[in-house]
């Protein structure tokens, strides 16, 4: 899929990210602190990891495959000491940077460090 003029990036995701909070606070959290494990992309998140894991990578019930993360291609991940880590694919930094924009123009600065 070509992405979308830089204008309209987030319309085409708008979608995706509407039907899942969870999808778009992923989204939030890795343009703030980078790379990031399930486990500590659940805590930041305030999600269970089994939701997280939906929102990433789809399932049968909740989230629909091809409006995963992965799918998208919004999200990347890679092994690190077996581990895997999730970081923003370069489309992703884009939709991540307007849907910031967008939420701080609606609500004003997000806190988003959750312990």
Do not use: C, W
Request: glycine letters at 6%.
């Amino acid at each position: 899929m070509l992405a979308p003029p830089p204008d309209d990036i987030l319309l085409a995701f708008r979608h995706a990210l509407r039907r899942s909070r969870v999808r778009a606070e992923i989204l939030l959290v890795l343009r703030a602190y980078g790379r990031q494990t399930l486990p500590d992309l659940a805590r930041l998140v305030g999600a269970t990891p089994d939701n997280v894991q939906g929102a990433l990578y789809g399932s049968e019930k909740r989230y629909r495959p091809d409006e995963s993360l992965l799918a998208l291609g919004l999200v990347d991940v890679q092994e690190v000491d077996d581990v895997e880590a999730f970081e923003l694919a370069a489309l992703g930094q884009a939709v991540a940077r307007r849907l910031h924009e967008e939420v701080e123009r609606r609500r004003g600065p997000l806190p988003l460090v959750r312990t």
